[in-house]
């Protein structure tokens, strides 16, 4: 049932390389992206036509797509929560939460910046790991969720994420 807690594990590893410079991070996967077994997966979240346009591509759809334009771009993706207690995919309702181990995975790779997708990613982040080494930003999330954010105004706040990604 929907309204009942579960207690969840991420359930697929993090993306990076070792040439990756700028992660992104979500709160926790959704029940979509679990499924898929990789990020962003729910068909209404608006990050892969997103992060497409910002870095001038095409909308990848497989995963391997995906990873090839993460790659492509120097981008790494994680969660800032390895596992909770959660009530469907709902952000609100996470307790019991086990912090991801970003400092490690900082360690894989030359990431000068972390991109919070949304204000549950970026709170649980900097309460569990306040001093990182990277700089942390706070972006409007992509999910189907935060629709009073338009396409154009979320854009406009994440267009920093492509000029820091592509640097040469």
Not at 7 to 22: A, L, N, T
Not at 136 to 163: C, D, G, I, Y
Request: hydrophobic letters at 40%.
């Amino acid at each position: 049932m929907k309204s009942e807690y579960s207690h969840v594990s991420h359930g697929f590893p993090p993306y990076i390389e070792e040439d990756s410079r700028v992660l992104i991070l979500g709160s926790f996967p959704s029940i979509a992206s679990r499924e898929a077994a990789f990020f962003y997966g729910h068909p209404r979240n608006r990050f892969w036509p997103l992060l497409a346009e910002l870095l001038k591509e095409k909308i990848p759809q497989s995963i391997e797509e995906k990873k090839h334009l993460l790659k492509k771009h120097h981008i790494a993706l994680y969660d800032s929560i390895e596992e909770c207690d959660v009530r469907a995919s709902s952000d609100a309702s996470l307790r019991n939460i086990t912090p991801a181990d970003i400092p490690s995975l900082l360690k894989k790779a030359p990431i000068s910046v972390i991109f919070c997708n949304g204000a549950a990613s970026y709170n649980y982040l900097l309460k569990y790991h306040p001093d990182l080494p990277a700089a942390v930003r706070k972006l409007p999330s992509t999910s189907p969720a935060n629709a009073a954010v338009s396409f154009v105004k979320l854009q406009q706040e994440w267009a920093e994420l492509a000029e820091i990604a592509d640097q040469r």
